[in-house]
C-alpha cells in the first residue's frame, strides 16, 4: 500500500507562493497509471481537487486554479510538489496529497493544516 505525506509551512502571507511536498513510499511516482493529487478543504467547505501529475509527468490543474497553481515532482527523491502563488486568506485549508488508480483513489496523506494571514 502506498503511503503520502504532506509537508511544508503552516503559516504563509498574503501574496507570497505556499510551497508543500507530497512525499511518497511503497510505490514509485513512475508506476504505470498512477495519478497524485493535490486537494484541499477549506474550513466549512468541502474538498477541492487542485491539480495533478500523472505518472508520465503530464499534468493537470483544475480550471479555477490553473492561473496560479503548478504541481512538479522528483523523481529521485519520489516526491510531488504543489506551489500556489499570490495566496490569499480565502485559501486557508488543509491540504492533501492522494495517489489515484484505476478512476478510484488509492490512499491519502494525512493532510497538513496551512493559514495564510499577515
Known amino acids: 500500500q502506498v503511503q503520502l505525506q504532506e509537508s511544508g509551512p503552516d503559516l504563509v502571507k498574503p501574496s507570497q507562493t505556499l510551497s508543500l511536498t507530497c512525499t511518497v513510499s511503497g510505490g514509485s511516482i513512475t508506476t504505470n497509471s498512477y495519478g497524485w493529487s493535490w486537494i484541499r478543504q477549506a474550513p466549512g467547505k468541502g474538498l477541492e481537487w487542485m491539480g495533478a501529475?500523472?505518472?508520465?509527468?503530464?499534468?493537470y490543474y483544475s480550471p479555477s486554479l490553473k492561473s496560479h497553481t503548478s504541481i512538479l515532482r522528483d523523481t529521485l527523491k519520489n516526491q510531488f510538489f504543489l506551489q500556489l502563488s499570490s495566496v490569499t486568506p480565502e485559501e486557508t485549508a488543509t491540504y492533501y496529497c492522494?495517489?489515484?488508480?484505476?478512476?478510484?483513489?488509492?490512499?491519502w496523506g494525512q493532510g497538513t493544516q496551512v493559514t495564510v494571514s499577515s
Open positions: 492522494a495517489s489515484r488508480l484505476g478512476g478510484q483513489w488509492n490512499s
Open positions: 501529475i500523472h505518472f508520465d509527468g503530464s499534468t
